[in-house]
């Protein structure tokens, strides 16, 4: 049986789930059919296209190579804020972040700090970690400084660029921060981050399931994204992982993200911060 805009088949449904493991790695329940047909269904409200099924021959086809990262990003949960678990931002603030410079200082390392927010999102994550860096921004005069955020979606990339949030994502914000670097639109509910720390920042898409190729990261954050892989998944996105975190290098991880077995090679500080051995 075809289905049309108005129902989503069991068999479309697995096709859908089958091509978004496939191109993302992310494992879709079989309890979601419902939330697959209502993203699926601005997709074809956008496109025009009248089915389902006839939407899922336009992701098989030629003409519909531009239409997939547009699918996936409909697909992709992407829910964060400023600050999500404080304590992974008050140690890379306070003990991280000190431990980098005065090691420099003794010249056991370069003046130079990389961090790498794998699955960024629209930006809350990698610009929290920018404003921690900018409260050190003396200190870190002359520096070269890398802080990259990547994701697999255009869109939240495109929001993460922006730098334009709600009241909810700041919720943890603190009213001198607010004031310092972000403008506020009372009228549009809307919160404005300042230059100064915006382009600190640099987003560029990538995928988990394949390599960065980029150089090693002193600190990588992953949060509450790998959720949504299966093990197989999973073990491929931690190799990328570990071959992307400079020797002594921290990888901070989100509470659920179900990947402890996988980081034997790591040095556990506890349950969300892991270091490569120097």
Same mark, same amino acid.
């Given at each position: 049986?075809?289905?049309?805009?108005?129902?989503?088949?069991?068999?479309?449904?697995?096709?859908?789930?089958?091509?978004?493991?496939?191109?993302?790695?992310?494992?879709?329940?079989?309890?979601?059919?419902?939330?697959?047909?209502?993203?699926?269904?601005?997709?074809?409200?956008?496109?025009?296209?009248?089915?389902?099924?006839?939407?899922?021959?336009?992701?098989?086809?030629?003409?519909?190579?531009?239409?997939?990262?547009?699918?996936?990003?409909?697909?992709?949960?992407?829910?964060?804020?400023?600050?999500?678990?404080?304590?992974?931002?008050?140690?890379?603030?306070?003990?991280?972040?000190?431990?980098?410079?005065?090691?420099?200082?003794?010249?056991?390392?370069?003046?130079?700090?990389?961090?790498?927010?794998?699955?960024?999102?629209?930006? =809350? !994550?990698?610009?929290?970690?920018?404003?921690?860096? +900018?409260?050190?921004?003396?200190?870190? $005069?002359?520096? &070269?400084? %890398?802080?990259?955020?990547?994701?697999?979606?255009?869109?939240?990339?495109?929001?993460?660029?922006?730098?334009?949030?709600?009241?909810?994502?700041?919720?943890?914000?603190?009213?001198?921060?607010?004031?310092?670097?972000?403008?506020?639109?009372?009228?549009?509910?809307?919160?404005?981050?300042?230059?100064?720390?915006?382009?600190?920042?640099?987003?560029?898409?990538?995928?988990?399931?394949?390599?960065?190729? =980029? !150089?090693?990261?002193?600190?990588?954050?992953?949060? +509450?994204?790998?959720?949504?892989?299966? $093990?197989?998944? &999973?073990? %491929?996105?931690?190799?990328?992982?570990?071959?992307?975190?400079?020797?002594?290098?921290?990888?901070?991880?989100?509470?659920?993200?179900?990947?402890?077995?996988?980081?034997?090679?790591?040095?556990?500080?506890?349950?969300?911060?892991?270091?490569?051995?120097?």
């Amino acid at each position: 049986m075809t289905g049309t805009a108005g129902e989503l088949t069991e068999g479309e449904y697995d096709r859908f789930c089958k091509l978004i493991y496939r191109v993302a790695g992310i494992r879709i329940p079989g309890t979601k059919r419902v939330m697959v047909a209502t993203r699926v269904r601005k997709r074809l409200r956008a496109t025009g296209i009248s089915s389902f099924s006839a939407y899922l021959s336009f992701l098989h086809s030629a003409a519909g190579a531009g239409e997939m990262p547009l699918f996936i990003d409909v697909m992709t949960t992407n829910e964060t804020y400023f600050y999500r678990d404080p304590q992974h931002y008050d140690w890379f603030d306070q003990t991280f972040l000190p431990e980098v410079i005065q090691r420099a200082r003794l010249r056991k390392r370069p003046r130079s700090l990389r961090v790498w927010s794998a699955a960024s999102s629209t930006g =809350e !994550e990698l610009y929290s970690i920018a404003l921690k860096v +900018n409260k050190h921004r003396r200190e870190l $005069a002359g520096w &070269k400084l %890398t802080l990259l955020g990547t994701d697999l979606s255009g869109a939240v990339l495109e929001a993460a660029r922006a730098g334009v949030y709600d009241d909810r994502a700041l919720h943890l914000v603190g009213e001198a921060e607010r004031r310092d670097h972000f403008t506020h639109d009372p009228v549009a509910r809307t919160w404005t981050l300042g230059r100064e720390v915006k382009t600190a920042a640099t987003f560029r898409p990538h995928n988990l399931l394949e390599p960065l190729n =980029e !150089e090693p990261f002193d600190c990588i954050f992953i949060k +509450n994204v790998l959720i949504y892989f299966d $093990a197989v998944s &999973k073990q %491929t996105v931690v190799q990328h992982l570990l071959a992307a975190l400079a020797k002594g290098g921290y990888l901070v991880v989100g509470p659920s993200e179900g990947i402890y077995g996988m980081l034997g090679a790591l040095t556990k500080h506890n349950s969300w911060l892991y270091q490569k051995p120097a």
